[in-house]
Protein backbone atom coordinates (compact mmCIF):
# COMPACT_ATOMS: atom_id res chain seq x y z
CA UNK A 1 0.00 0.00 0.00
CA UNK A 2 2.69 2.07 0.79
CA UNK A 3 4.28 1.47 -2.42
CA UNK A 4 1.20 2.38 -4.51
CA UNK A 5 0.56 5.50 -2.36
CA UNK A 6 3.90 6.83 -3.76
CA UNK A 7 3.11 5.26 -7.81
CA UNK A 8 -0.30 7.19 -6.87
CA UNK A 9 1.39 10.93 -6.11
CA UNK A 10 3.73 10.75 -8.70
CA UNK A 11 0.96 10.07 -11.55
CA UNK A 12 -0.91 12.42 -10.19
CA UNK A 13 2.06 14.96 -10.97
CA UNK A 14 2.59 13.13 -13.96
CA UNK A 15 -0.87 13.68 -15.26
CA UNK A 16 -1.58 17.81 -14.10
CA UNK A 17 2.51 18.33 -16.17
CA UNK A 18 0.64 16.21 -19.37
CA UNK A 19 -2.76 18.67 -19.16
CA UNK A 20 -0.69 21.93 -18.86
CA UNK A 21 -0.50 22.65 -15.23
CA UNK A 22 1.84 24.03 -12.97
CA UNK A 23 3.56 21.94 -11.26
CA UNK A 24 4.61 25.48 -8.64
CA UNK A 25 1.53 24.50 -7.51
CA UNK A 26 0.77 20.94 -8.07
CA UNK A 27 3.68 19.22 -6.80
CA UNK A 28 2.99 20.35 -2.99
CA UNK A 29 -0.51 19.24 -3.79
CA UNK A 30 0.59 15.90 -4.88
CA UNK A 31 3.32 15.12 -2.43
CA UNK A 32 1.03 16.05 0.68
CA UNK A 33 -1.90 14.05 -0.88
CA UNK A 34 0.59 11.01 -0.09
CA UNK A 35 1.14 11.95 3.06
CA UNK A 36 -2.44 12.85 3.99
CA UNK A 37 -2.84 8.69 2.38
CA UNK A 38 0.10 7.67 5.09
CA UNK A 39 -0.65 9.87 7.77
CA UNK A 40 -2.98 12.73 7.98
CA UNK A 41 -1.48 14.07 11.22
CA UNK A 42 2.76 14.61 9.15
CA UNK A 43 0.87 16.61 6.55
CA UNK A 44 1.30 20.37 8.08
CA UNK A 45 4.78 19.07 9.39
CA UNK A 46 6.22 17.61 6.11
CA UNK A 47 4.96 20.62 4.42
CA UNK A 48 6.93 23.14 6.77
CA UNK A 49 9.89 20.82 7.34
CA UNK A 50 10.43 18.54 4.25
CA UNK A 51 8.97 20.51 1.26
CA UNK A 52 9.85 24.30 2.05
CA UNK A 53 13.43 23.04 3.57
CA UNK A 54 14.04 21.12 0.02
CA UNK A 55 12.71 23.63 -2.63
CA UNK A 56 13.98 26.84 -0.61
CA UNK A 57 17.71 24.61 -0.23
CA UNK A 58 17.04 24.10 -4.31
CA UNK A 59 16.38 28.15 -4.80
CA UNK A 60 19.22 29.09 -2.59
CA UNK A 61 21.51 26.89 -4.98
CA UNK A 62 20.82 27.49 -7.67
CA UNK A 63 18.72 30.55 -8.98
CA UNK A 64 21.57 32.64 -9.91
CA UNK A 65 22.66 29.41 -12.65
CA UNK A 66 18.79 30.10 -14.27
CA UNK A 67 18.84 33.73 -13.92
CA UNK A 68 22.28 34.21 -15.41
CA UNK A 69 21.87 31.56 -18.53
CA UNK A 70 17.94 33.10 -19.36
CA UNK A 71 19.79 36.52 -19.28
CA UNK A 72 22.74 35.48 -21.43
CA UNK A 73 20.22 34.02 -23.81
CA UNK A 74 17.91 36.75 -24.15
CA UNK A 75 21.47 39.40 -24.57
CA UNK A 76 22.23 36.62 -27.67
CA UNK A 77 19.33 37.03 -29.09
CA UNK A 78 18.77 40.62 -29.05
CA UNK A 79 22.59 41.59 -29.74
CA UNK A 80 22.22 39.67 -33.25
CA UNK A 81 24.62 36.96 -32.03
CA UNK A 82 22.36 33.61 -33.18
CA UNK A 83 21.46 35.11 -36.43
CA UNK A 84 25.55 36.05 -37.36
CA UNK A 85 25.96 32.69 -36.14
CA UNK A 86 23.32 31.08 -38.25
CA UNK A 87 24.44 32.56 -41.23
CA UNK A 88 28.51 31.65 -40.42
CA UNK A 89 27.22 27.77 -39.97
CA UNK A 90 24.57 28.19 -43.22
CA UNK A 91 28.34 29.47 -45.60
CA UNK A 92 30.09 26.48 -43.36
CA UNK A 93 28.28 23.92 -44.18
CA UNK A 94 26.06 25.01 -46.72
CA UNK A 95 22.13 25.52 -46.78
CA UNK A 96 21.39 22.13 -48.45
CA UNK A 97 22.54 20.49 -45.21
CA UNK A 98 19.74 22.18 -43.17
CA UNK A 99 19.61 19.54 -40.57
CA UNK A 100 23.23 19.25 -39.56
CA UNK A 101 23.21 23.14 -39.77
CA UNK A 102 20.62 23.70 -37.02
CA UNK A 103 21.48 20.68 -35.08
CA UNK A 104 25.60 22.55 -35.13
CA UNK A 105 23.31 25.96 -34.44
CA UNK A 106 21.68 24.42 -31.30
CA UNK A 107 24.32 22.53 -30.35
CA UNK A 108 26.39 26.21 -30.44
CA UNK A 109 23.95 28.43 -28.15
CA UNK A 110 23.18 25.81 -25.36
CA UNK A 111 26.75 24.49 -25.34
CA UNK A 112 27.61 28.22 -24.44
CA UNK A 113 25.17 28.46 -21.58
CA UNK A 114 21.67 29.58 -23.76
CA UNK A 115 18.84 28.04 -22.01
CA UNK A 116 16.94 25.30 -24.02
CA UNK A 117 13.80 26.68 -23.65
CA UNK A 118 15.46 29.84 -25.14
CA UNK A 119 17.55 27.75 -27.85
CA UNK A 120 14.17 26.62 -29.22
CA UNK A 121 12.96 30.04 -30.15
CA UNK A 122 15.93 31.46 -31.38
CA UNK A 123 16.89 28.84 -33.79
CA UNK A 124 13.29 27.74 -35.09
CA UNK A 125 13.22 31.39 -37.60
CA UNK A 126 16.16 29.82 -38.32
CA UNK A 127 15.26 26.45 -39.31
CA UNK A 128 12.10 27.24 -40.68
CA UNK A 129 14.19 29.63 -43.61
CA UNK A 130 16.25 26.56 -44.16
CA UNK A 131 14.21 23.66 -44.37
CA UNK A 132 11.95 25.48 -46.54
CA UNK A 133 15.01 26.26 -48.83
CA UNK A 134 15.76 22.82 -48.62
CA UNK A 135 12.36 21.48 -49.14
CA UNK A 136 12.46 19.19 -46.11
CA UNK A 137 9.34 18.34 -44.23
CA UNK A 138 8.42 20.61 -41.18
CA UNK A 139 7.25 18.56 -39.66
CA UNK A 140 11.26 16.79 -38.96
CA UNK A 141 12.08 20.42 -37.28
CA UNK A 142 11.29 19.57 -33.42
CA UNK A 143 13.56 16.53 -33.72
CA UNK A 144 16.27 18.15 -35.91
CA UNK A 145 15.66 21.17 -32.87
CA UNK A 146 15.59 18.63 -30.18
CA UNK A 147 18.72 17.06 -30.92
CA UNK A 148 21.01 20.27 -31.43
CA UNK A 149 19.49 21.67 -28.24
CA UNK A 150 18.03 18.38 -25.88
CA UNK A 151 20.85 16.07 -26.42
CA UNK A 152 24.51 16.21 -26.53
CA UNK A 153 24.92 19.49 -25.02
CA UNK A 154 22.60 19.41 -22.48
CA UNK A 155 24.18 16.95 -20.53
CA UNK A 156 26.95 14.51 -22.23
CA UNK A 157 29.30 17.11 -23.73
CA UNK A 158 31.90 18.19 -20.38
CA UNK A 159 31.62 21.18 -19.56
CA UNK A 160 28.44 22.23 -20.56
CA UNK A 161 27.04 25.09 -18.21
CA UNK A 162 23.20 23.43 -18.17
CA UNK A 163 21.69 22.77 -15.13
CA UNK A 164 21.36 19.09 -15.59
CA UNK A 165 25.57 18.97 -15.51
CA UNK A 166 25.58 21.27 -12.67
CA UNK A 167 23.74 20.01 -10.28
CA UNK A 168 25.50 16.74 -9.82
CA UNK A 169 28.40 18.69 -8.75
CA UNK A 170 27.12 19.36 -5.70
CA UNK A 171 26.39 15.93 -4.88
CA UNK A 172 29.71 14.60 -5.97
CA UNK A 173 31.83 16.93 -5.27
CA UNK A 174 32.82 17.11 -8.68
CA UNK A 175 33.06 19.70 -11.96
CA UNK A 176 31.27 19.93 -14.89
CA UNK A 177 34.00 18.67 -17.21
CA UNK A 178 33.56 15.17 -15.12
CA UNK A 179 34.51 12.13 -16.90
CA UNK A 180 35.66 14.23 -20.37
CA UNK A 181 36.39 10.91 -22.26
CA UNK A 182 33.32 8.94 -21.28
CA UNK A 183 31.31 12.63 -22.19
CA UNK A 184 32.95 13.00 -25.57
CA UNK A 185 31.96 9.51 -26.60
CA UNK A 186 28.46 9.36 -25.60
CA UNK A 187 27.94 13.16 -27.33
CA UNK A 188 29.10 11.46 -30.36
CA UNK A 189 27.21 8.31 -29.89
CA UNK A 190 24.08 10.46 -29.96
CA UNK A 191 25.31 12.96 -32.64
CA UNK A 192 26.13 10.00 -34.92
CA UNK A 193 23.22 7.96 -34.49
CA UNK A 194 20.59 10.95 -34.47
CA UNK A 195 21.55 12.65 -37.33
CA UNK A 196 21.65 9.22 -39.19
CA UNK A 197 18.16 8.59 -37.75
CA UNK A 198 17.07 12.19 -38.86
CA UNK A 199 18.87 12.28 -42.70
CA UNK A 200 17.20 8.72 -43.05
CA UNK A 201 13.79 10.21 -42.16
CA UNK A 202 14.89 12.70 -44.49
CA UNK A 203 15.82 10.68 -47.76
CA UNK A 204 12.33 8.98 -46.96
CA UNK A 205 10.00 11.61 -47.42
CA UNK A 206 12.30 12.89 -50.20
CA UNK A 207 11.77 9.25 -51.96
CA UNK A 208 7.74 10.15 -51.17
CA UNK A 209 7.37 13.01 -52.97
CA UNK A 210 6.86 14.86 -49.56
CA UNK A 211 8.44 18.06 -49.00
CA UNK A 212 8.49 21.36 -46.64
CA UNK A 213 4.23 21.77 -47.26
CA UNK A 214 3.53 18.25 -47.11
CA UNK A 215 2.47 15.75 -50.14
CA UNK A 216 -0.93 17.65 -51.13
CA UNK A 217 -0.83 19.63 -54.29
CA UNK A 218 -3.46 22.23 -53.16
CA UNK A 219 -2.07 22.67 -50.04
CA UNK A 220 1.41 22.81 -52.43
CA UNK A 221 0.09 25.57 -54.10
CA UNK A 222 -1.83 27.49 -51.25
CA UNK A 223 1.09 27.30 -49.32
CA UNK A 224 3.10 28.97 -51.96
CA UNK A 225 0.79 31.44 -53.09
CA UNK A 226 1.27 32.43 -49.36
CA UNK A 227 4.88 32.59 -49.04
CA UNK A 228 5.65 36.22 -49.34
CA UNK A 229 3.35 36.62 -46.29
CA UNK A 230 5.36 34.17 -44.20
CA UNK A 231 7.92 36.35 -43.08
CA UNK A 232 7.65 35.96 -39.39
CA UNK A 233 8.08 32.52 -39.43
CA UNK A 234 11.42 32.17 -42.35
CA UNK A 235 13.21 34.73 -39.66
CA UNK A 236 16.28 36.99 -41.43
CA UNK A 237 17.57 36.55 -44.63
CA UNK A 238 20.70 34.54 -44.31
CA UNK A 239 21.89 35.31 -47.35
CA UNK A 240 23.29 38.99 -46.53
CA UNK A 241 26.53 40.30 -46.18
CA UNK A 242 28.01 40.11 -42.80
CA UNK A 243 31.77 40.90 -42.66
CA UNK A 244 34.28 38.83 -41.58
CA UNK A 245 35.39 40.44 -38.43
CA UNK A 246 31.87 40.62 -36.91
CA UNK A 247 30.85 36.66 -37.55
CA UNK A 248 34.35 36.10 -35.69
CA UNK A 249 33.68 38.29 -33.33
CA UNK A 250 29.69 36.64 -32.92
CA UNK A 251 31.69 33.61 -31.45
CA UNK A 252 34.01 35.29 -28.84
CA UNK A 253 30.75 35.08 -26.11
CA UNK A 254 30.30 31.97 -26.19
CA UNK A 255 34.13 30.67 -26.52
CA UNK A 256 34.34 33.32 -23.37
CA UNK A 257 31.50 31.70 -21.63
CA UNK A 258 33.75 27.89 -21.80
CA UNK A 259 37.38 29.55 -21.25
CA UNK A 260 36.54 31.52 -17.83
CA UNK A 261 34.69 28.81 -17.03
CA UNK A 262 37.61 26.67 -16.95
CA UNK A 263 39.90 29.49 -15.07
CA UNK A 264 37.46 29.60 -13.08
CA UNK A 265 37.12 26.34 -11.74
CA UNK A 266 40.80 26.45 -10.93
CA UNK A 267 41.22 29.30 -9.87
CA UNK A 268 39.08 29.83 -6.94
CA UNK A 269 39.54 27.02 -4.71
CA UNK A 270 43.48 28.44 -4.98
CA UNK A 271 41.52 31.85 -3.85
CA UNK A 272 39.61 30.09 -0.99
CA UNK A 273 42.64 27.22 -0.09
CA UNK A 274 40.71 26.45 3.17
CA UNK A 275 37.23 27.62 2.36
CA UNK A 276 35.92 30.64 3.80
CA UNK A 277 34.75 30.73 8.00
CA UNK A 278 32.72 33.63 8.45
CA UNK A 279 33.67 33.17 12.39
CA UNK A 280 36.59 34.69 10.87
CA UNK A 281 34.84 38.28 10.54
CA UNK A 282 32.43 37.86 13.55
CA UNK A 283 29.70 36.41 11.97
CA UNK A 284 29.51 32.92 13.29
CA UNK A 285 25.43 32.30 12.87
CA UNK A 286 26.39 31.94 8.85
CA UNK A 287 29.06 28.82 9.30
CA UNK A 288 31.69 28.08 7.22
CA UNK A 289 31.72 27.69 3.26
CA UNK A 290 33.33 24.21 1.81
CA UNK A 291 34.36 25.63 -1.37
CA UNK A 292 34.71 21.85 -3.08
CA UNK A 293 30.35 21.94 -2.99
CA UNK A 294 30.12 25.50 -4.27
CA UNK A 295 32.96 25.92 -7.20
CA UNK A 296 31.05 24.49 -10.15
CA UNK A 297 28.00 26.65 -9.62
CA UNK A 298 30.40 29.90 -8.62
CA UNK A 299 32.94 29.38 -12.00
CA UNK A 300 29.41 28.63 -14.39
CA UNK A 301 27.82 31.95 -12.61
CA UNK A 302 31.02 33.86 -13.27
CA UNK A 303 31.38 33.05 -16.69
CA UNK A 304 27.99 33.50 -17.86
CA UNK A 305 28.59 37.27 -16.35
CA UNK A 306 31.89 37.53 -18.35
CA UNK A 307 29.27 35.87 -21.33
CA UNK A 308 26.59 39.05 -20.85
CA UNK A 309 28.94 41.63 -20.80
CA UNK A 310 30.44 40.30 -23.69
CA UNK A 311 27.67 39.96 -25.62
CA UNK A 312 26.13 43.45 -24.72
CA UNK A 313 29.38 45.00 -25.66
CA UNK A 314 29.27 43.08 -29.44
CA UNK A 315 26.11 44.90 -30.31
CA UNK A 316 24.91 47.72 -27.66
CA UNK A 317 23.19 49.84 -30.06
CA UNK A 318 20.94 46.53 -30.82
CA UNK A 319 20.53 45.63 -27.53
CA UNK A 320 19.14 48.57 -25.53
CA UNK A 321 16.62 49.12 -28.19
CA UNK A 322 14.72 46.47 -26.42
CA UNK A 323 17.53 45.91 -23.13
CA UNK A 324 14.48 47.04 -20.19
CA UNK A 325 11.82 44.58 -21.47
CA UNK A 326 14.04 41.67 -22.75
CA UNK A 327 15.51 42.00 -19.50
CA UNK A 328 12.64 41.95 -17.78
CA UNK A 329 10.97 38.73 -19.51
CA UNK A 330 14.49 36.68 -19.23
CA UNK A 331 13.69 37.44 -15.53
CA UNK A 332 10.29 35.98 -15.35
CA UNK A 333 11.39 33.13 -17.28
CA UNK A 334 14.14 32.66 -14.72
CA UNK A 335 11.89 32.79 -12.08
CA UNK A 336 9.33 30.28 -13.44
CA UNK A 337 11.92 27.82 -14.53
CA UNK A 338 13.78 28.25 -10.74
CA UNK A 339 10.12 27.33 -9.00
CA UNK A 340 8.87 24.88 -11.36
CA UNK A 341 11.89 22.70 -10.72
CA UNK A 342 12.53 23.38 -7.03
CA UNK A 343 9.10 22.36 -6.52
CA UNK A 344 9.92 18.80 -7.71
CA UNK A 345 12.81 19.11 -5.66
CA UNK A 346 10.65 19.45 -2.83
CA UNK A 347 8.32 17.18 -3.95
CA UNK A 348 11.31 14.35 -4.00
CA UNK A 349 11.90 15.31 -0.74
CA UNK A 350 8.95 14.09 0.64
CA UNK A 351 8.26 11.11 -1.82
CA UNK A 352 12.00 10.20 -0.36
CA UNK A 353 11.14 10.40 3.02
CA UNK A 354 8.24 7.81 2.87
CA UNK A 355 8.06 4.68 4.02
CA UNK A 356 7.26 3.14 0.41
CA UNK A 357 10.16 4.87 -1.07
CA UNK A 358 12.48 2.43 0.98
CA UNK A 359 10.81 -0.35 -0.85
CA UNK A 360 10.94 1.07 -3.98
CA UNK A 361 15.03 2.01 -4.05
CA UNK A 362 15.90 -1.25 -2.08
CA UNK A 363 13.37 -3.27 -5.07
CA UNK A 364 15.84 -0.94 -7.71
CA UNK A 365 18.75 -1.95 -5.59
CA UNK A 366 18.39 -5.84 -5.64
CA UNK A 367 17.71 -5.30 -9.30
CA UNK A 368 20.31 -3.26 -10.43
CA UNK A 369 23.61 -4.03 -7.99
CA UNK A 370 25.69 -2.07 -10.42
CA UNK A 371 26.01 1.23 -8.70
CA UNK A 372 25.91 3.12 -12.01
CA UNK A 373 23.23 1.01 -13.78
CA UNK A 374 21.13 2.10 -10.94
CA UNK A 375 22.00 5.39 -10.51
CA UNK A 376 21.07 5.67 -14.44
CA UNK A 377 17.88 3.59 -14.41
CA UNK A 378 16.67 5.70 -10.78
CA UNK A 379 17.13 9.02 -12.29
CA UNK A 380 15.93 8.25 -15.95
CA UNK A 381 12.27 6.98 -14.34
CA UNK A 382 12.18 9.71 -12.67
CA UNK A 383 13.00 12.08 -14.98
CA UNK A 384 9.95 10.29 -17.37
CA UNK A 385 7.48 10.40 -14.90
CA UNK A 386 7.88 14.36 -13.71
CA UNK A 387 8.34 14.92 -17.40
CA UNK A 388 11.53 16.97 -15.99
CA UNK A 389 15.83 15.86 -16.54
CA UNK A 390 16.46 18.66 -13.96
CA UNK A 391 13.19 17.54 -11.66
CA UNK A 392 14.12 13.76 -11.77
CA UNK A 393 17.16 14.34 -11.26
CA UNK A 394 17.15 16.39 -7.89
CA UNK A 395 14.11 13.55 -6.74
CA UNK A 396 16.71 10.49 -7.34
CA UNK A 397 19.77 12.94 -5.81
CA UNK A 398 18.27 14.13 -2.66
CA UNK A 399 17.01 10.88 -1.85
CA UNK A 400 19.87 8.59 -3.11
CA UNK A 401 23.05 10.42 -3.36
CA UNK A 402 24.73 8.96 0.30
CA UNK A 403 23.99 6.08 -1.06
CA UNK A 404 25.35 6.44 -4.49
CA UNK A 405 28.28 7.90 -2.73
CA UNK A 406 28.51 4.96 -0.32
CA UNK A 407 28.50 2.81 -3.63
CA UNK A 408 31.14 3.95 -5.64
CA UNK A 409 33.44 4.25 -2.73
CA UNK A 410 32.90 0.43 -2.48
CA UNK A 411 33.28 -0.55 -5.83
CA UNK A 412 35.84 1.86 -6.03
CA UNK A 413 34.07 3.95 -9.31
CA UNK A 414 34.70 7.72 -9.74
CA UNK A 415 32.40 10.24 -8.48
CA UNK A 416 33.15 11.45 -11.85
CA UNK A 417 32.07 8.61 -13.37
CA UNK A 418 28.49 8.82 -11.60
CA UNK A 419 27.90 12.26 -12.41
CA UNK A 420 28.46 12.17 -16.23
CA UNK A 421 25.91 8.88 -15.76
CA UNK A 422 23.47 10.52 -13.27
CA UNK A 423 23.61 14.07 -15.77
CA UNK A 424 23.01 12.17 -18.92
CA UNK A 425 20.39 9.34 -17.69
CA UNK A 426 18.30 12.56 -16.42
CA UNK A 427 18.39 13.79 -20.35
CA UNK A 428 17.25 10.03 -21.47
CA UNK A 429 13.30 9.39 -21.02
CA UNK A 430 12.53 13.08 -19.52
CA UNK A 431 11.08 14.41 -23.05
CA UNK A 432 8.38 12.23 -23.00
CA UNK A 433 5.02 14.07 -24.21
CA UNK A 434 4.61 15.62 -21.16
CA UNK A 435 7.75 17.13 -20.72
CA UNK A 436 7.74 21.25 -20.70
CA UNK A 437 10.61 21.25 -23.27
CA UNK A 438 8.82 19.34 -25.68
CA UNK A 439 5.57 21.46 -25.47
CA UNK A 440 7.07 24.69 -25.51
CA UNK A 441 8.98 23.50 -28.78
CA UNK A 442 5.97 22.27 -30.61
CA UNK A 443 3.85 25.23 -29.71
CA UNK A 444 6.79 27.25 -30.67
CA UNK A 445 6.82 25.26 -34.53
CA UNK A 446 3.12 24.73 -34.67
CA UNK A 447 2.79 21.60 -34.77
CA UNK A 448 1.48 18.41 -33.06
CA UNK A 449 2.80 15.24 -30.98
CA UNK A 450 0.88 13.05 -33.87
CA UNK A 451 3.01 15.29 -36.20
CA UNK A 452 5.95 15.61 -34.94
CA UNK A 453 6.88 13.83 -31.47
CA UNK A 454 7.73 10.43 -33.34
CA UNK A 455 11.46 12.13 -33.75
CA UNK A 456 11.58 13.82 -30.74
CA UNK A 457 11.01 10.30 -28.96
CA UNK A 458 13.38 8.64 -31.36
CA UNK A 459 16.16 11.02 -30.17
CA UNK A 460 14.98 10.18 -26.83
CA UNK A 461 15.35 6.49 -27.43
CA UNK A 462 19.08 7.31 -28.83
CA UNK A 463 20.13 9.51 -25.64
CA UNK A 464 18.70 6.18 -22.89
CA UNK A 465 20.75 4.08 -25.41
CA UNK A 466 23.95 6.44 -24.62
CA UNK A 467 23.44 6.60 -21.32
CA UNK A 468 23.96 2.28 -20.58
CA UNK A 469 26.44 2.55 -23.98
CA UNK A 470 28.42 4.42 -21.64
CA UNK A 471 28.33 2.02 -18.53
CA UNK A 472 29.07 -0.80 -20.98
CA UNK A 473 32.37 1.63 -22.15
CA UNK A 474 33.38 2.54 -18.63
CA UNK A 475 32.98 -1.36 -17.44
CA UNK A 476 35.09 -2.62 -19.69
CA UNK A 477 37.22 0.16 -20.29
CA UNK A 478 38.09 1.95 -17.06
CA UNK A 479 38.01 5.13 -19.41
CA UNK A 480 36.85 8.54 -17.55
Same mark, same amino acid.
Given at each position: ?215 ? *?????? !??? =??? @??? $? &?? %? ?91 ? *?????? !??? =??? @??? $? &?? %? ?134
Amino acid at each position: MEIIIILLALGMLMFVAYRGFSVILFAPICALFAVLLTDPSHVLPFFSNVFMEKMVGFIKSYFPVFLLGAIFGKVVEMSGLAESIAKTIVKIVGAKRAIFAIVLLGAILTYSGVSLFVAVFAIYPFAAHLFREANIPKRLIPGTIALGSFAFTMDALPGTPQIQNVIPTTFFKTDIYAAPILGIIGTIFVLVLGLWYLESRRKKAARAGEGYFGVN *NEELAA !AND =AAA @NMK $A &EA %GPDLSSQTSLSRQILAFVPLVLVGVMNKVFTIFIPKWYPNGFDFSAIGLDAFGKVDVSAVVAIWAVEMALVVGIVATILYDWNRVKVNFKSGL *NTSIGG !ALL =ATM @NTG $A &EY %GFGGIIAALPGFTAISNGISHTFTNPLVNGAVTTTSLAGITGSASGGMVIALSAMADKYNAAIAQFNIPPEVMHRVISMASGGMDTLPHNGAVITLLAVTGLTHKQSYRDIFAITIIKTLAVFFVIALYTLTGLV
